[in-house]
């Protein structure tokens, strides 16, 4: 009976050390687990915060492009409006040329008239 109550002892005493042994494992792994729960909330804020800067950039970079081509179709605009002009004042030269010309041959008819 005596060996019976000093196995159960030692068997006993084994078990309280690996109990032991166990909670401390379990203590250091809910450690670890809590820094890597941190670690993981740091990191998910700083790719939001990456994700905002690159939307905020391309929408800037959306805002340019619409600008710019704003731009080249008032350019485009202004180059037809000053082509159209510039044959406008084509014309009316040669009409003028015309018109002078033919103004001069008037007079130097009357001339040799008179």
Partial sequence: MF???IIVFVLRTALDSELKTLKSEIKGLGARLSE????????EERLKQE??????????KNSL???????????????????ETQD???????????????????????????
């Fill in 36 to 43: 890597t729960e941190s670690v993981k909330l740091a990191a």
């Fill in 88 to 114: 406008h004042l084509k014309t009316r030269e040669a009409e003028l040329k015309m018109s002078r010309s033919g103004g001069i041959g008037v007079i130097e008819r009357q001339r040799e008239v008179v």
């Fill in 51 to 60: 994700l905002r800067k690159t939307k905020g950039l391309l929408e800037e």
């Fill in 65 to 83: 492009v619409n600008e710019i081509e704003d731009c080249l179709r008032r350019n485009h605009a202004l180059a037809i409006q000053l082509n």
């Fill in 3 to 5: 060996a019976i109550i």
